[in-house]
């Protein structure tokens, strides 16, 4: 298949149970993810578009691996070894997700494929982007016979550098978006988000969630409840960075979200030290996998990662690869009925 004439190939993952994949070589998309409900039928839970055309501009990354780095970097500059590096500032002057042609527009490499996993490879060249340093990424999608999907992320670059990579992907787990995520209940282990300026910027401070309640996520509650909130209204709902515990280690159930109607249930493991919340509030009006219409927060992205960088570099340490090191972070998503 060619979107935007260039070769892409689709991958379908599966486990024994009867849950698939599906994953493009072009960014890594993930474009359905087809779980059963309390009544055993299959549906897809993630957000994708029907025509396959659809990503070659794809604005709203939905499924798309993002590198180098995720979210927005204020200023769209930063300063390694004394040296600045200017970046593309595709979004009101920051860069915004790898700048023009980050990791989600890459046909990447298929390295390795089995029936339930698939390794694919990427290199990115030194200045690509503005970045410093030729960078060589590898992504494993696992799907495990437990229902889980895990996603690990590795690389390594010659120069120290800036490497933050995620999934965009966009959660619904009514099943093919038969209503939208407000209704579905949510948990988050976090006890602070940091906080952002008029464009989402973060300033270096942190707002603990018990001090504003459309943040605190500690007790499940309905995502829809403080949609409205005046503390979301800058980004026309959530559009977050959660700090989640601060440890390499694997954090168990982070997120906890459930759609009462379909009986589904999906928790997020994750190493990373934080997960950008999305609750898709400027969505893109094209059709989805089975026919409707991408509505405002249709969907919800759970973006496992380190804090963006803000004001001042603030942030920029947790971002920072070096020569010496390799990259590795795991997430892992998994789904089950309550």
């Keep these: 298949m060619n979107i935007n004439d260039k070769k892409v190939e689709v991958i379908t993952l599966t486990n024994i149970n009867g849950m ?3 994953i493009l070589t072009l960014g890594g998309i993930i474009r359905k993810i087809m779980v059963a409900d309390k009544h055993g039928n299959f549906e897809n839970v993630v957000l994708g578009y029907e025509d396959y055309q659809e990503y ?9 691996i993002i590198g180098r780095t995720s979210g927005r970097i204020g200023g769209a500059h930063f300063t390694l070894n004394g040296v600045m590096y200017k970046l593309p500032g595709n979004n009101n002057g920051n860069c915004l997700h790898g700048g023009n042609i980050g990791f989600d527009k890459k ?3 298929v390295e390795n494929l089995e029936s339930n996993s698939v390794t694919l490879s990427l290199v990115s060249e030194d200045g690509e982007e503005g970045f410093p340093g030729t960078v060589h990424v590898s992504v494993i999608y696992t799907l495990s016979d437990d229902n889980s999907l895990s996603i690990t992320y590795t690389g390594q670059t010659d120069k120290k550098t800036l490497l933050n990579l995620t999934n965009h992907s966009y959660f619904n787990l009514s099943g093919d978006v038969k209503e939208n995520i407000l209704d579905h209940t949510l948990e988050l282990k976090s006890n602070f988000v940091a ?10 401070r942190l707002i603990d969630v018990s001090e504003v309640s459309a943040f605190d996520f500690k ?3 309905k995502i829809g ?3 409205n909130d005046e503390a979301l209204k800058l980004a026309s709902g959530y559009d977050h960075p959660f700090l ?15 759609c009462e109607k379909s009986g589904r249930k999906m928790t997020m493991d994750t190493t990373y ?7 898709s509030n400027f969505p893109t009006y094209k059709k989805l996998v089975g026919g409707k219409i991408f509505e405002k927060h249709d969907g919800i992205c759970f973006e496992a990662q380190q804090l963006p960088i803000g004001k001042d570099e603030c942030n920029k340490s947790d971002s920072i690869l070096k020569s010496e090191q390799e990259y590795n972070n795991t997430t892992i998503y998994r789904f089950s009925i309550i």
């Design 195 to 204: 906080e952002g300026d008029k464009y989402l910027i973060p300033t270096g």
């Design 244 to 258: 989640l515990e601060k440890s390499k280690e694997i954090k168990k159930d982070c997120v906890i979200m459930i």
């Design 56 to 64: 070659a501009e794809n604005p709203g990354y939905l499924g798309t």
């Design 273 to 279: 030290d934080a997960v950008v919340i999305y609750s």
């Design 20 to 22: 698939s994949v599906e």
């Design 107 to 109: 046909i990447w490499t």
């Design 219 to 221: 007790v499940a509650k």
């Design 225 to 227: 409840k403080d949609i």
